[in-house]
């Protein structure tokens, strides 16, 4: 198990090595930023990665897409519906 940080609440969530973050969404609602496509297009679920970038999985293509139209910075900020988490990590939603 790892942990996963938001910065914003000093809160932290146990989740399993390998998950996607969305997987969480119904269990840690109240920890994890709002979710709405699902799918990595339309970027409500942006969030920005405070520490362990190094343990997250690679960025998707839509991903790439997405944070490249916000212009944001691909190795600052996630969409956490895309990620993939390898171990621990802190993040601060943005929306």
């Given amino acids: 198990m790892i942990s996963a940080k938001n910065a914003s609440k000093s809160s932290t969530l146990t989740i399993e090595k390998g ?3 969305q997987d969480y969404r119904n269990d840690f609602d109240d920890m994890l930023p709002e979710f709405g496509c699902c799918k990595g297009m339309c970027g ?3 969030i920005e990665i405070t520490a362990g970038h190094e343990h997250l999985g690679e960025v998707t293509k839509v991903e790439e897409m997405t944070l490249t139209s916000m212009d944001r910075d691909l190795k600052s900020y996630r969409l956490a519906c895309q ?3 390898q ?3 802190e993040f601060k939603p943005i929306f």
């Fill in 44 to 46: 409500l679920c942006l």
């Fill in 83 to 85: 990620l993939s988490v």
């Fill in 19 to 21: 998950s996607q973050l």
């Fill in 87 to 89: 171990g621990n990590f």
